[in-house]
T-cell receptor, first 113, second 116 residues
């Protein structure tokens, strides 16, 4: 069965370190998204991609970057981790088209100390 | 820019009670609307969606939602909740733009707690 996976599932890192969160989908979806989930804020869009070599900034992109070198993967990099980036991160993918639902990964809980 | 409001942040109901969760969006054009559910410790999954046709949409597990264009609303309902409905519910809006691309905006979520 097709799926979307994230790794690691839990990560503790120190302030200032670079961290990369992996997202891999086997749906063959063009669209991929990264969100962070925080109490009181729901899901906020960090970055998104509509296809290989395409990346776009979301509403909370500062301090994060993504790259899309193939259809399956959209890694999220925190350039220099900050305590404010402690959160649960969800990756999602969808087919092209504005009525398509998003399929979510299991999430990565990141703690920055 | 589109935005989504979920006014109820935390709802507590007894089993068999009826449920209605509010969702209002701000966008003047055509929209696609979604409700997602996140059970404790799990990832988000789709409950139902509306993009055209009958404004009353039925989803999984007995949930339904009604799109009222004049009120910019897409409220989620269930006639009789069960303990297993305890979860967080997210309303989402996608205002399509050229090329069929999508950028979905999520509400802040409503936590539903069902007491046996």
């Amino acid at each position: 069965d097709a799926e979307i996976t994230q790794s690691p599932r839990h990560k503790i890192t120190e302030t200032g370190r670079q961290v990369t969160l992996a997202c891999h989908q086997t749906w063959n979806h063009n669209n991929m998204f990264w969100y962070r989930q925080d109490l009181g804020h729901g899901l906020r869009l960090i970055h998104y991609s509509y296809g290989v070599h395409d990346t776009n900034k979301g509403e909370v992109s500062d301090g994060y970057s993504v790259s899309r070198s193939n259809t399956e993967d959209l890694p999220l990099t925190l350039e220099s981790a900050a305590s404010s980036q402690t959160s649960v991160y969800f990756c999602a993918s969808s087919e092209a088209g504005d009525t398509s639902e998003q399929y979510f990964g299991p999430g990565t809980r990141l703690t920055v100390t | 820019a589109q935005s989504v409001s979920q006014h109820n942040h935390h709802v507590i109901l007894s089993e068999a009670a009826s449920l209605e969760l509010g969702c209002n969006y701000s966008y003047g054009g055509t929209v696609n609307l979604f409700w997602y559910v996140q059970y404790p410790g799990q990832h988000l999954q789709l409950l139902l969606k509306y993009f055209s046709g009958d404004p009353l949409v039925k989803g999984i597990k007995g949930f339904e939602a009604e799109f009222i264009k004049s009120k910019f609303s897409f409220n989620l309902r269930k006639p009789s909740v069960q303990w297993s409905d305890t979860a967080e519910y997210f309303c989402a809006v996608n205002a399509p733009f050229s090329g069929g691309y999508q950028k979905v905006t999520f509400g802040t979520g409503t936590k539903l707690q069902v007491i046996p």
